[in-house]
C-alpha cells in the first residue's frame, strides 16, 4: 500500500511539472509567435530607419527610429546612472561592513522591498523630482526615472555575486597590506566581473522595456533627441500609442514595434552572456 | 627577553568569540629567524592565534581581543597603529592556497604595486626573484601570463609564498599550509620554508605532528586554548614537561 501510494504520488507532480513546464515554455513561444506573425508584415526597412512623418499615426510614411534611438539612449543613460551608485553600494556591505551586520541586513531588505515597488510609481515620484528640479519631461528626466527603477534590479543582483566571493580571498588581499578600497576595486570587482556584468546588462534590459517609468517623464517627439533636455520617444511608449490608434495598419505597426523591442532585449541578454564568459578567464573557481 | 629582542611577541593574548573563549592568556616570545611550530588538536586555537597575529581577526563578527601583540616593539592593537603597514610585514600562507584572480605574474606584482612600485623592470626583477625563493620560476617562467588558478594546488601555494614574499616581509605565517597538498608538494614548501627561515622568522601551525617533527626549531603546545608548553622543539619532543604534552605527543589525545 505504502509503496503504491508513493507511486502514484511520484505520476501525480510529475504531470503537474510536465504541464506547468509546458504552460510556461508555450507561453513564451506564444508571445514570440504573436509578436512576429503580426509584427513581421509592417516591419521593413523604413520602419527602423525613419522617424515618423505627418500622419504616420494615421497610416502614413515613416518609422520608429525615433523610438529605438530614444529607447537606446535613455536606457544607457539610466543604466550608468545606476550603475554608479549601485556598484559603491554592494562594495560598501560587502567589504567595509561586517558579514550579516543589521545595516546589511535593513539595506538588503530595502533593496527587496524597491524591487518590489511598481515601476508607476517610481514614474510618480520622478516626476515630482522633475517638477521640483525644474526640468521638463525630457530625457534626462526619464533616464532619472529608469535609473531609480533599475537601482535595486542591479544592486541586489551584483549583491548576490559579490556575497560568493570567499573571505578567504579579501584575506589573502588584506594581509600583502592592501587596504580594503584596493581589496574591494582590485580583487573583488576583478573576481565578480562575469556577475557584474550580467547584473548591469539584467537591469539594462529591464530599463529599456519599462514603459510606466517614462510615461510622464520622458515625453515623447518625434524627432531624434539631440541634448539630455529635449523630450524622448521609447518603444514601449510607441507601442502603446500605436495600439491605441483606431487604424489596422497602424496597430500592425505597433506589433513591429514589439518584435524589434523583443529583438532588442534578446540580443542584450545574449550579449550578457558572451560578455559575462569572457571575464571568467582569470575568476577563480 | 625584552620588548626590542623579537620581530613577534605575544603578551596575555585572550580571544574570545561571543561568550566562547578561544585564547586564554597566550604569551609568547616567537624567536627570529627559526620555525616556530604551534601544534594542537583541532579546535585548539591554532588557527586563531595565528589570525590574531596580523588582525585578520579584526574583519570577522564578535571577535574579542585582549592583550598585545607586538611587532617589532610595536603594539598591533593600538588603535593608532597603520595595520597595512603591520600586515606588509608578515606573509600569510593559508590552509587552502587563495590566488588572486589574476595572472601568475600579476599575483605576485600585486602587492609591490599596491605599495607604489611601478618600475616595470623592478617588478619583473621582484617576481623573478621570489618565484626562485619559492622554488616555482623553473615550472612556471613561461607561463607568467595565464591565470594562477590554473596552475596546480600545490604550485599555487608556492605562488601564495612567493606572493608574501614580494612585499619584503619579515616574517611568514603558515596557517596548516600543507593540508590542502599531496606529498610530495607539502615536502616541497617544508623544505622552501627551511631555507628561508635562514632571513624570515617563520611561524607554522599545524596537527601534523610529523611535519613538526620534520620542520620546528621552536614548538608552542596549545590546548583548549590555553598554552601549554612551549620551548626548543628537541627538548620538548624528547622530554614533554606537561602530562598533556606527552599525551598529545603519544597520540592519546588528538
Known amino acids: ?285 | 627577553m625584552t620588548d626590542s629582542a623579537g620581530h613577534l611577541s605575544i603578551r596575555n593574548l585572550s580571544v574570545a568569540f561571543g561568550s566562547q573563549t578561544v585564547l586564554k592568556n597566550v604569551s609568547l616570545d616567537v624567536p627570529d629567524r627559526k620555525i616556530t611550530v604551534i601544534i594542537g588538536p583541532s579546535g585548539c586555537g591554532k588557527t586563531t592565534l595565528l589570525r590574531a597575529l596580523n588582525r585578520l581577526l579584526d574583519s570577522e563578527d564578535s571577535a574579542r581581543i585582549e592583550g598585545t601583540v607586538l611587532v617589532d616593539g610595536e603594539d598591533i592593537y593600538d588603535p593608532k597603529t597603520e595595520i597595512t603597514h603591520i600586515r606588509k610585514k608578515m606573509g600569510l600562507l593559508s590552509q587552502k592556497p587563495q590566488v588572486l584572480p589574476m595572472s601568475v605574474f600579476d599575483n605576485i606584482a600585486y602587492g609591490p604595486r599596491i605599495h607604489g612600485l611601478r618600475d616595470k623592470k623592478r617588478l619583473r626583477e621582484i617576481v623573478e626573484r621570489e618565484l626562485r625563493a619559492a622554488g616555482l620560476w623553473e615550472e612556471v617562467k613561461d607561463r607568467l601570463g595565464e591565470p594562477a588558478s590554473r596552475l596546480s594546488v600545490g604550485q599555487q601555494q608556492r605562488l601564495c609564498l612567493a606572493r608574501g614574499l614580494a612585499v619584503g616581509p619579515e616574517i611568514i605565517l603558515g596557517d596548516e599550509p600543507t593540508s590542502a597538498l599531496d606529498p610530495q608538494s607539502s615536502r616541497i614548501v617544508e623544505q622552501r620554508l627551511s631555507v628561508l627561515k635562514a632571513d624570515y622568522t617563520v611561524v607554522v601551525v599545524t596537527h601534523i605532528l610529523r611535519q613538526a617533527r620534520r620542520i620546528a626549531d621552536y614548538l608552542a603546545f596549545l590546548y583548549l586554548g590555553e598554552l601549554v608548553e612551549h620551548g626548543p622543539a628537541a627538548e620538548i619532543f624528547a622530554d614533554p614537561r606537561d602530562p598533556r604534552t606527552r599525551a598529545y605527543l603519544t597520540g592519546e589525545i588528538s
Open chain 1, 1 to 285: 500500500m505504502g509503496l503504491r501510494r508513493r507511486r502514484v504520488e511520484e505520476a501525480v507532480f510529475k504531470l503537474l511539472m510536465g504541464v506547468s513546464t509546458a504552460v510556461v515554455a508555450g507561453s513564451l513561444l506564444f508571445i514570440l509567435g504573436t509578436v512576429v506573425v503580426k509584427g513581421l508584415p509592417a516591419l521593413d526597412l523604413t520602419m527602423i530607419t525613419q522617424t515618423p512623418k505627418g500622419g504616420y499615426y494615421l497610416g502614413k510614411e515613416g518609422g520608429i527610429l525615433n523610438a529605438i534611438v530614444g529607447s537606446l539612449l535613455l536606457a544607457a543613460g539610466a543604466t550608468f546612472l545606476a550603475f554608479v551608485f549601485s556598484l559603491p553600494v554592494v562594495l560598501y556591505l560587502n567589504v567595509y561592513r561586517r558579514r550579516g551586520s543589521r545595516f546589511a541586513v535593513l539595506t538588503r531588505f530595502a533593496l527587496d522591498v524597491l524591487w518590489g515597488v511598481p515601476s508607476i510609481v517610481y514614474g510618480a515620484f520622478a516626476f515630482l523630482l522633475m517638477v521640483y528640479l525644474g526640468l521638463r519631461a525630457s530625457l534626462l528626466a526619464g533616464m532619472i526615472a529608469v535609473a531609480l527603477l533599475e537601482f535595486p534590479i542591479m544592486a541586489r543582483a551584483m549583491d548576490e555575486v559579490v556575497r560568493l566571493v570567499p573571505p578567504a580571498l579579501r584575506d589573502a588581499s588584506f594581509s600583502l597590506g592592501a587596504t580594503k578600497l584596493e581589496t574591494a576595486l582590485r580583487i573583488i570587482v576583478r573576481q565578480t566581473l562575469p556577475g557584474i556584468v550580467t547584473a548591469v546588462l539584467i537591469a539594462f534590459g529591464r530599463g529599456i522595456g519599462d514603459a510606466a517609468s517614462v510615461i510622464f517623464t520622458a515625453g515623447f517627439t518625434d524627432r531624434v533627441p539631440t541634448s539630455l533636455l529635449q523630450p524622448a520617444a521609447t518603444l514601449p511608449l510607441a507601442i502603446f500609442y500605436q495600439l491605441g490608434t483606431p487604424v489596422a495598419e497602424v496597430q500592425q505597426r505597433a506589433y513591429a514595434s514589439a518584435a524589434v523591442l523583443t529583438l532588442l532585449i534578446l540580443a542584450i541578454s545574449l550579449a550578457a552572456r558572451t560578455i559575462g564568459r569572457r571575464f571568467k578567464r582569470h575568476t577563480i573557481k
